[in-house]
């Protein structure tokens, strides 16, 4: 299987970790994590993705190894880093694939930087909409959690989680756990960043080839799909049977196989 390679980029921002994996001649493909993941959420799609690519997965700012945006967590903030990384890495164009967090970021980066994205995967992503904004304002904080002397407060934060997640899969939630506790100060700041963000004032300038992913099993994302197809009139659906929040690390030879059928279609 073809060796992951991780290396950090300095950017604007300071230090941005990634890795990578595949033919550095190969079509690139970009992808991002959800929050408050990280590359890791892709380790096992890479080598699957570098048969026929290069295969990318960084860091979003102030996730996993890579330092914070400087000001408050933004999906514009977050979409010009990626253009940085890409930079860097001599990257004209490359197809994007976001997950949750990681397809608001993917879409910007479509919409501000057309010449920069070839085609679009948007996994489990949402519609942030009035209505989606004006929800969000009044729920609860997702991730946070009180910290306290016995440790309690991590099994809270698994336990939050645990129901959207397979079960008898103990080690995607112990890979949540572990990339949560490493957020760089506010771990419901990426959550608040999509919550947010205007997408219907950016969506439209969004003319690339797209799939859609919905994961049967997500009921955060699964209802947005057809008001992300009313927007998206140029979109595809793949529907993967089973998959939950966590998919890419759930399903990674399904999820792998979706992107590189889209790809290769491109």
Do not use: N
């Amino acid at each position: 299987m073809t060796a992951i390679r991780r290396a950090f980029a300095d950017l604007s921002v300071g230090q941005v970790h990634f890795a990578t994996c595949g033919d550095a001649a190969a079509p690139a493909v970009l992808l991002l994590h959800q929050t408050p993941r990280s590359w890791l959420e892709y380790r096992d799609v890479l080598p699957l993705l570098a048969q026929r690519c290069r295969a990318i997965a960084m860091d979003t700012p102030g996730f996993g190894d890579s330092a914070p945006l400087r000001g408050p967590a933004s999906i514009e903030g977050w979409a010009a880093v990626a253009v940085e990384l890409l930079d860097v890495l001599a990257i004209d164009r490359a197809h994007v694939v976001g997950h949750h967090t990681g397809g608001v970021i993917a879409l910007h980066l479509a919409a501000a930087h057309p010449t920069r994205v070839a085609s679009l995967v948007l996994s489990s992503m949402p519609f942030t909409g009035e209505a989606f904004r004006r929800v969000r304002r009044d729920r609860p904080p997702i991730d946070a959690v009180e910290p306290s002397e016995d440790g309690s407060h991590l099994a809270a934060l698994w336990q939050r989680r645990q129901g959207f997640y397979p079960p008898g899969r103990p080690d995607l939630l112990e890979a949540f756990v572990r990339d949560a506790l490493k957020v760089s100060g506010d771990v419901e700041g990426g959550h608040r960043a999509v919550a947010s963000y205007r997408m219907e004032d950016h969506i439209h300038r969004v003319t690339q080839p797209t799939l859609l992913i919905r994961a049967s099993g997500d009921p955060f994302a699964s209802p947005h799909v057809p008001e992300l197809q009313a927007h998206l009139p140029q979109a595809h659906v793949a529907e993967i049977a089973g998959g939950m929040v966590p998919l890419p690390d759930q399903m990674p030879r399904e999820f792998a196989q979706v992107v590189l059928d889209f790809v290769a279609r491109i």
